[in-house]
């Protein structure tokens, strides 16, 4: 084997050698070097007479590792040299990178691999047998071994030891969204999710929320003209209005449409003047149902039956004005504001009693029935007292200190009382239903007359004819003053057939119905939610977990999940919160597990009731169902043919 070389030694020793030699040999072989040529020229004369002094053979193995080591093939000089070397790294430096398509910088990788192959993304198109994918096959029914294999591929890994939340393997693998829901008011509101099906109303305002009522129709009473008072008929649902100016009754069904007009006798315009309407309200009188309607020119009372017929006409006092049915005696009392009496009719026989007319103050104008005892209260407007007598027509006392001009008094039968509106002082007083004695009195808009009993919110609204407002009175006396609703005048009523509040507008001949708004204003939701409960109405989601996050120390009560059938059965479910409370950082927290499952479509509500000024933030973690997951596929087919 040949000894390695050393080019640096070898060149050493054979320079050494060459240049030792005699003078006459010393320029033999050396080429000059001239300055005004090139270096280039200079140094392959070199080059090419140092490989043949040092016979250095370019096939050699020695010279083609010392060439790889310190030069070039071409130049091996160059590496003593800076002059050539700092000329090729400017020649050569930097160096180009290899070309990349900047269209796949990022994703090339990946598409290739989704997509393709590397000679081409055009292989998407190969349809070989190899490349054909399974359709998968879902099921169709949601029993719990279809949800168990459904969630399959979600199949929760094991918590770690050092994990304090046992959910989070959930909150991590599904995706999740948020509701959140507010209630703005100090009472307790009913919350109503999902149900898209149905067509419920998200937020549907609760009886007690009458800063949500609105005008919502305006009825222009036929053939009628002044309307006054008004009445409901629980025997046939009807609604009675006297037109003072015309003489006559419009009944309206509970859909408010005309059923008939009541004309009066007799017929001339002013000569009946009718302005107030009661109804016989004792289901075992056979007169149950029979309107009766004080007639304050004529100084009778129309008697009307079930067939809106007028059966009878039965003589009063001087200008009736009032009149009103008492059921514990089965008795009709009319305040006769000019003779300053009360006439009593049997409603059985319309035959006037014995006793008849009791005496009263100074111009009776009003008058009001406590239907449990049946104890009578006779407003005096200019004696600005009340006189009360009992059902055997004992009088029993006369109340001073209502204040000026009482104008009508109203039964409350939320807290057993009495209501008397004094219009001269804008003031209602409470009076003691058993003593008789004021209670209280609370302060009204201005002009304030008659007053009606609302039973589904269990609110006495006071009609304020000065600056047409309401007065809403709770059972505690608390109020809600200046909710404007139309002109107000002395006819108002409340029927809990509809839910509605007819008011009378004298001046324009109309009714006015209140009812409700579509969705409450107490209760606040997400801007999202809307279109969300609708995506779920067509494309269902499973539910795996939901928590309920409250802003409050109260939980959420009486939660109800329901499912409505075609045929209209419905199934509920209540959970109690308790079972689930999971507090974390002093935060009111429930993890209802036993939702996981469920499904939200159309087809189901949740049902709770959120506590007053509480939030409640409802988590929701799931897989939302497509189309394809609950069709069945066809017969036979597992594979997905391309064309």
Not at 122 to 147: C, G, H
Not at 373 to 380: I, K, L, R, S
């Amino acid at each position: 084997m040949r000894k390695r070389a050393n080019i640096g030694l070898s060149l050493a020793e054979k320079l050494k050698e060459f240049f030792a030699t005699n003078d006459a040999d010393k320029n033999e072989g050396l080429v000059e070097k001239h300055y005004d040529g090139t270096d280039d020229n200079f140094f392959e004369a070199t080059n090419a007479n140092l490989r043949t002094v040092l016979k250095l053979d370019e096939k050699s193995q020695s010279y083609e590792r010392d060439v790889k080591r310190y030069g070039t093939r071409i130049k091996l000089i160059d590496v003593a040299d800076d002059a050539i070397p700092k000329k090729r790294n400017k020649e050569i430096l930097p160096l180009k990178k290899p070309y990349k398509r900047k269209s796949f910088d990022e994703k090339y990788e990946s598409d290739l691999e989704r997509f393709g192959t590397r000679p081409g993304i055009i292989d998407v198109s190969n349809d070989e047998e190899n490349k054909k994918k399974k359709l998968r096959v879902f099921p169709t029914d949601f029993s719990k071994a279809a949800y168990k294999n459904m969630m399959r591929k979600w199949t929760a890994r094991e918590t770690t030891t050092w994990s304090g939340n046992p959910f989070s393997d959930i909150y991590r693998d599904f995706p999740k969204v948020q509701i959140t829901v507010r209630n703005t008011s100090a009472e307790e509101k009913e919350v109503l999710l999902w149900g898209a099906n149905r067509q419920q109303i998200v937020n549907p305002p609760q009886a007690e929320d009458v800063q949500d009522h609105t005008i919502t129709a305006m009825i222009s009473v036929p053939a009628g003209v002044h309307p006054q008072g008004m009445a409901v008929n629980p025997a046939n649902q009807c609604l009675y209005i006297a037109n003072q100016l015309s003489g006559s009754v419009t009944v309206l069904d509970q859909n408010n449409a005309l059923i008939k007009i009541i004309q009066l006798q007799p017929a001339f315009p002013g000569f009946t003047s009718p302005v107030s309407v009661a109804i016989n309200t004792n289901t075992a009188s056979s007169r149950y149902g029979y309107a009766y309607v004080a007639c304050s020119v004529s100084n009778n009372i129309a008697v009307i039956d079930l067939a809106l017929n007028v059966v009878a006409m039965v003589s009063a006092g001087v200008r009736p004005v009032a009149v009103a049915f008492n059921p514990v005696n089965n008795c009709v009392y009319t305040a006769n504001l000019v003779s300053d009496n009360i006439t009593v009719i049997d409603a059985e026989s319309f035959a006037e009693l014995a006793a008849s007319p009791l005496p009263a103050g100074n111009d009776p104008i009003g008058i009001g029935v406590n239907p449990v005892n049946g104890d009578v209260y006779v407003a005096n407007s200019l004696g600005n007292s009340i006189t009360v007598y009992d059902h055997l027509h004992a009088l029993i006392t006369t109340i001073a200190g209502v204040g000026q001009y009482p104008v009508s008094v109203t039964y409350n039968p939320a807290n057993n009382s009495m209501y008397a509106v004094a219009e001269l002082s804008n003031t209602v007083y409470q009076i003691n239903a058993i003593t008789h004695a004021v209670i209280v009195g609370l302060s009204t808009g201005l002009k304030p007359y008659n007053a009606f009993f609302d039973s589904y919110n269990n609110y006495l609204y006071v009609q304020n004819r000065g600056d047409n407002t309401l007065t809403i009175i709770r059972p505690d006396n608390s109020k809600i003053d200046g909710l404007a609703f139309g002109k107000q005048n002395i006819g108002g009523a409340f029927s809990s057939f509809n839910k509605s509040i007819y008011v009378s507008d004298t001046s324009s001949n109309t009714i006015n119905i209140i009812g409700y708004l579509d969705e409450s204003s107490v209760l606040v939701f997400n801007p999202d939610y809307a279109e969300l409960r609708e995506d779920l109405k067509n494309s269902p989601a499973i539910v795996q977990h939901v928590k309920f996050v409250v802003t409050g120390n109260e939980r959420l009560n009486t939660f109800r999940m329901s499912k409505f059938t075609p045929t209209g059965r419905i199934s509920s479910k209540p959970l109690s919160f308790e079972l689930y409370a999971s507090p974390q950082a002093t935060l009111n927290v429930a993890e209802v597990t036993d939702l996981a499952g469920t499904i939200i479509d159309g087809k189901m509500n949740w049902q709770f009731r959120l506590p007053g000024l509480h939030s409640v933030s409802i988590l929701i973690w799931y897989r939302q169902l497509e189309v394809r997951d609950i069709l069945s596929p066809p017969e036979n087919t597992s594979l997905i043919k391309h064309k």
